[in-house]
């Protein structure tokens, strides 16, 4: 009772124009507003977030996680189940949008069984106004829908929705704001992500992101540092920093600050033991970074280094701001300086123009290189891209060919390198229960590498040392060592 007089007295208060004050003023009312709905059903409300795409994402969906929360839903892991559903989209490739519209016709046919079920959109993909159309016209059981750009507005926005009965649409194109602070639920209790910067200034002529995310903004250094030492207070040992291109991070500061020095500022706080991140653009890779990485006790043996072709040709045609010989100097540098790091790659075949000669530039690249694992895209047409307009579109019979010949090549090369590592011992993070055998518990190595060995759950967030006996391609079977019995 003395809760709920509280909450009135919150809601009845003038509205904050202030961020995140606004945001938590508007939980408020969506909590009021979820009560009333659950008197109506009978019953608790339950959630579902679903997240395609990439790690911002999923970022992004440990926030809409945690104010859901806050407002008192419960969370259901299946969206089927499930009253408030919500998509979080992408659309760096055309298939991803395929899935979000094929499995929103089997929502809508939920929907009419659960008279108590909200269905929400945001994400990329509700960046391009086609999108939002098609939607509009032909999905009209969606509830709410809303960008990249405001999603810190969640609590409002289905606020709004809860108390209007009506659909909500809310699209930004762009914004130069960051708002901090906003409650968000990890799904690792040790482990996450941690933005560093958002949008992308590079316009590589394929891609959409920098269309559907808005200009490069970094967060300032202080932000980051404070929630940093704020998880690793809470239990987390291991950081994922995340941006599109973290090598530019800091360009754009009052008081400019280069991705080295972040790195050396998170390296001190104590009881955070792992550092990652991604993505990082070649164009921008500095000997500063290559040089703290190798001095580095906290940064994880690892660099995601996307190359998307090895034909200087394409790079230009892409945008990219690299050549061949390039790319190949920094994988020289930086495998000198930390000589057991594991490189990863991304590569896209069958760009408009790309030759069955620009395309064995890139198996070369492959096999130079060496990479450890490697995602294969087929060129995915974004219209609006400059790409999309390029004459010479590669027919989709030669595009294949060509990603299969490279899919057997990287996969090759990963399970001669994988094998490499049989019978030493590496320190993992214990990250889950192995899926299809309970017995196994499944850990994390420096390098990224994954090992299933016997274990008990209550392992999960520690480190401890484990023997890789046998390599089994992209994953080790191991044992624990005796120093850690
Ligand atoms: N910012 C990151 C990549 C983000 S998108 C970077 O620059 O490396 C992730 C990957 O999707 C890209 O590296 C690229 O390989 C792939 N990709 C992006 N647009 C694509 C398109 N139109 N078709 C096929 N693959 C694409
Ligand atoms: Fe896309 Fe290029 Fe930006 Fe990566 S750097 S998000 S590939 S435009
Ligand atoms: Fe996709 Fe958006 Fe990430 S388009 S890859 S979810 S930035």
Redesign the pocket.
């Known amino acids: 009772m003395e809760n709920n007089r509280q909450n009135m007295a919150d809601i009845e208060r003038e509205i904050p124009v202030s961020e995140p004050e606004r945001q938590y003023y508007f939980i408020g009312r969506a909590k009021e507003a979820l009560r009333k709905m659950e008197e109506a059903a009978g019953r608790q409300l339950s959630f579902c977030v679903t997240t395609f795409g ?1 790690q911002m994402n999923a970022r992004d969906s440990e926030k809409l996680t945690g104010i859901l929360e806050q407002i008192g839903y419960i969370e259901e892991p299946d969206e089927e189940e499930a009253d408030f559903v919500i998509y979080n989209t992408c659309t ?2 055309e298939n991803a949008n395929q899935r979000v519209y094929g499995r929103l016709g089997q929502l809508g046919r939920i929907k009419k069984k659960n008279p108590h079920m909200m269905i929400a959109l945001c994400g990329c993909m509700m960046q391009e106004p086609e999108v939002v159309e098609k939607l509009k016209k032909s999905y009209r059981f969606i509830d709410l829908i809303f960008g990249t750009h405001n999603i810190y507005k969640f609590a409002e926005l289905l606020a709004t929705r809860m108390e209007s009965g009506r659909m909500v649409i809310d699209i930004w194109k762009d914004t130069d704001k960051i708002v901090e602070d906003l409650p968000s639920e990890r799904k690792y209790s040790f482990k996450s992500g941690v933005n560093i910067m958002f949008g ?1 200034n ?1 316009f ?1 002529s ?4 920098p269309y559907v995310r808005g200009r490069e903004r970094s967060r300032e250094p202080r932000a980051i540092i404070r929630e940093i030492e704020r998880l690793v207070a809470d239990g987390v040992t291991e950081v994922m920093l995340l ?3 973290v090598n530019s991070y800091g360009k754009t500061l009052e008081e400019p600050m280069t991705f080295a020095q972040l790195l050396q500022e998170i390296e001190k706080i104590d009881g955070l033991r792992r550092i990652r991140f ?4 070649p164009k921008d890779l500095s000997d500063e970074l290559i040089e703290v990485m190798g001095q580095s006790g906290k940064i994880c043996k690892h660099l ?1 280094l ?1 190359v ?1 072709s090895g034909s200087t040709r394409i790079l230009d045609k892409m945008n990219r701001r690299y050549t061949k010989e390039h790319y190949l100097e920094l994988v020289r540098k930086i495998r000198k300086a930390v000589p057991d790091i594991s490189l990863t790659t ?3 075949v069958g760009f408009p123009g790309e030759t069955e000669d620009d395309f064995q530039e890139t198996l070369d690249v492959v096999r130079q290189v060496r990479y450890d694992s490697a ?1 294969t ?6 219209t609006g ?1 400059p ?1 999309a307009a390029m004459e010479d579109q590669v027919p989709e019979d030669v595009v294949k060919d060509r990603f299969n010949r490279l899919l057997d090549e990287v996969q090759k090369i990963s399970a001669e390198i994988c094998a490499v590592h049989e019978g030493s011992v590496q320190t993992v993070l214990v990250e889950m229960k192995n899926d299809h055998d309970h017995s196994l518990m499944t850990g994390r190595m420096s390098n990224n590498l994954l090992v299933h060995f016997p274990g008990e759950e209550s392992l999960i967030g520690k480190y401890v040392d484990v023997r890789l006996d046998e390599c089994r391609g992209f994953y080790y079977i191991g044992e624990i060592t005796e120093n850690n019995r």
């Open positions: 990439c760096v490739r992308c590079n590589c394929y891609c959409i992101v941006g599109q291109n991604m993505t990082s653009h995601h996307p998307q991304d590569i896209i995602f895209f087929i060129y995915s047409k974004r891209t790409a």
